[in-house]
């Protein structure tokens, strides 16, 4: 497993748990854990306007469109997705471009990504936001769990409320999850190293990942005296220096 997917599992799965930090790293909380197997339906699958499972790629044209944003559609080179990345600098992101949670602060909506399985449905949205202050994330999360309990009631594993004040170091986590049988969502916030503090929602159709399978298992197939692995057979992709 590469280390970058390791790591993400890790912070995933842990609200800072673990040993006493290095020095200049900041402790988060202990986690809150409840169970994360769904049982119920979600109240909604709409956020931000755009049905989970539901918005096929007109709707997600005319979502974007909405919004005023330029962001084209790109084929995963692995998954059967397409994909619709939106950044400030190629797309028009702006603090207030998703008017159910403008920006707060000094922040800036720094990423909105759609995902859907090739002729199927939206079945993932996630969105970045990016801080400099600390407050201003903490706040901007708070304001994130909030609306998000008053629509999906409480979460079924929370780390609690962030300390600012852990955001000074070189790294904090804090993340909150709801689990249903048609939708879960995922939101943190984090410091990994660098200067700034990113709050981000994941919004995902439980069971669409499988579904989707790999783009092309056929063309992915080791090429005979080539990669054992089949990295020289992706577009773009070199093999990593850890594979033999």
Known sequence: MR????????????????????????APAAPVSGGMIASRAAATTTVYGLN????????IDAWLAAHKLTCPQAESPRRATLR???????????ATTLPEHPVLGGGQ???????????????????TRRFSLPADAVADYNASLATLSTTFGDPVRSGGT????????????WSADWRFTDLSIHVAILK?????????????????????????????????????FGFDKIPGMKKP???P
């Open 3 to 26: 280390p970058a997917i390791v790591l993400t599992l890790l912070l995933s799965a842990c609200n800072g748990c673990g040993e006493k930090p290095a020095p200049g790293v900041a």
């Open 52 to 59: 989970m499972g539901g918005t096929d790629a007109a709707g």
């Open 84 to 94: 619709n990345e939106c950044t400030p600098e190629a797309s028009g992101l702006t």
């Open 109 to 127: 909506l720094s990423s909105v990504l759609l995902s859907r399985g090739d002729g199927s449905p939206l079945t993932h949205l996630s969105i």
């Open 162 to 173: 962030p300390d600012a004040t852990r955001f000074g170091g070189t790294m904090a986590h």
């Open 192 to 228: 990994a190293g660098g200067e700034y503090i990113s709050v981000s929602e994941r919004y995902d159709t439980p069971g669409a990942s499988e579904a989707e399978g790999v783009r092309g298992p056929a063309e992915l197939e080791p090429t005979p005296g080539g990669d054992p």
């Open 241 to 243: 220096a850890w594979h």
